[in-house]
């Protein structure tokens, strides 16, 4: 069964520092892809980034990039330079590249809060 | 472009009560999905629709759940006899289609609460 870890319930970071956001998969399908997104306070869930299995490169998505080891299973979200607005919760999730299972499997999420 | 669309957005009912709760995907997207989002179980899948084909409903916590997708657009999901454990935010996503690499895309959720 696939499963999504992330081990982080919450972090603050100094206004304008990186931040790393750890999160761990397991699964047995050989594709697969990787999702992050980010839930304000107001409740709507916003799509960050996205990591195909086979991708050669880690992704990049303005201030987010994805550190993407496969041999460890992990897929850490960075985000550079952070900002007053980036304080929320973070899902990463996974689903099965073309298996029957057309939903995502969600991490537990880690908030992160930007300090001033 | 419009981004996929619940109503309503806040819903207060009696348990014993059912409720309906709609979801307006992005236009042109083929797949929806229904997720469930409370304090103790996080994010949980509960069905999703793809095209014209039988939906998976085995996310769906019992029979009082159902949900049905009607012309391939809205989709409206039911929950009969309320009980106070279905209190959560219940979040609808669309994707152009459902493939792997698809990007599910999420609306701003119903947040229901049973008395």
């Known amino acids: 069964a696939q499963k999504i870890t992330q081990t982080q319930p919450g972090m603050f970071v100094q206004e304008k520092e990186a931040v790393t956001l750890d999160c761990t998969y397991d699964?047995?399908?050989?594709?697969?892809?990787l999702f992050w997104y980010k839930q304000p306070s107001s409740g709507e869930m916003i799509f960050l980034i996205y990591?195909?299995?086979?991708?050669?490169q880690n992704a990049t998505e303005g201030r987010y990039s994805l550190n993407f080891q496969k041999a460890r299973k992990s897929a850490n979200l960075v985000i550079s330079a952070s900002q007053l607005g980036d304080s929320a919760m973070y899902f990463c999730?996974?689903?099965?590249?073309?298996?029957?299972?057309?939903?995502?499997?969600f991490g537990k999420g880690t908030k992160l809060s930007v300090k001033p | 472009g419009a981004g996929v669309s619940q109503s309503p957005s806040n819903k207060v009912t009696e348990k014993g009560k059912d409720v309906e709760l709609r979801c307006d995907p992005i236009?042109?997207?083929?797949?929806l999905y229904w997720y469930r989002q409370s304090l103790g179980q996080g994010l949980e899948f509960l069905i999703y629709?793809?095209?014209?084909?039988?939906?998976?409903k085995s996310g769906l916590p019992s029979d009082r759940f159902s949900a049905e997708r009607t012309g391939g657009s809205v989709s409206t999901l039911t929950i009969q006899r309320t009980q106070q454990e279905d209190s959560a935010v219940y979040l609808c996503?669309?994707?152009?289609?459902?493939?792997?690499?698809?990007?599910?895309?999420f609306g701003p959720g119903t947040r229901l609460t049973v008395l």
């Open positions: 999730a996974m689903r099965g590249r073309g298996g029957s299972q057309g939903n995502l499997i």
């Open positions: 236009s042109g997207h083929t797949a």
């Open positions: 996503a669309s994707s152009l289609r459902d493939g792997g690499t698809d990007t599910q895309y």
């Open positions: 699964t047995s399908d050989p594709s697969y892809g």
């Open positions: 629709f793809q095209g014209n084909s039988a939906p998976d």
């Open positions: 990591q195909g299995s086979y991708d050669q």
